[in-house]
């Protein structure tokens, strides 16, 4: 029996985040409209120098629209800064909807937006979404050719 209940309810997905600079950076887009909550996670791969972690909401599918910060992580002077740190944020779309209608932009689609203090870090950014219909292939292998 094949069972695939977690890969029907869930959208995961990693980011391979080596930006080669210091400025705040889009990881990958998704539309909030298919998930109910959104859990990202930042691990650190290579470095030590302090992050910027932000959950961003835009109008358009590739961030060119309006952009509003959601959220940001909080973090102790200094951290995560050892290979091996990771910190987390979570994100509800009533929580967008929320942003949305105080702003009066119709934010639809969201990304990790993370910095480094120095251009040489790198760290995978991976996102969890809780689907709002089970749908299969929600989380699918992605292969290289």
């Known amino acids: 029996m094949t069972v695939k209940k977690l890969t029907t309810d869930l959208y995961v997905r990693h980011y391979d985040l080596d930006p080669d600079a210091t400025t705040l ?8 409209k298919l998930y109910s909550t959104v859990l990202m996670s930042f691990f650190r791969n290579i470095g030590t ?3 910027v972690f932000n ?16 959220k940001t ?5 200094g951290a995560p800064d050892a290979v091996g740190d990771q910190i987390f944020l979570e994100v509800s779309q009533e929580e967008i909807a929320s942003k949305a209608t105080d702003d009066g932009y119709a934010y639809r689609y969201i990304s990790a937006n993370i910095s480094f203090a120095t251009g040489t870090d790198e760290a995978t950014v991976t996102y969890i979404g809780k689907v709002l219909h089970n749908q299969s292939g929600a989380t ?5 050719t």
């Open 140 to 144: 699918a292998d992605i292969i290289s």
């Open 25 to 32: 950076t889009d990881v990958g887009w998704i539309d909030m």
């Open 55 to 70: 959950i961003v909401a835009n109008t358009a599918s590739d961030g060119s629209g309006d952009e509003v910060i959601v």
């Open 49 to 51: 120098s302090a992050v």
């Open 73 to 77: 992580q909080a973090q102790a002077a």
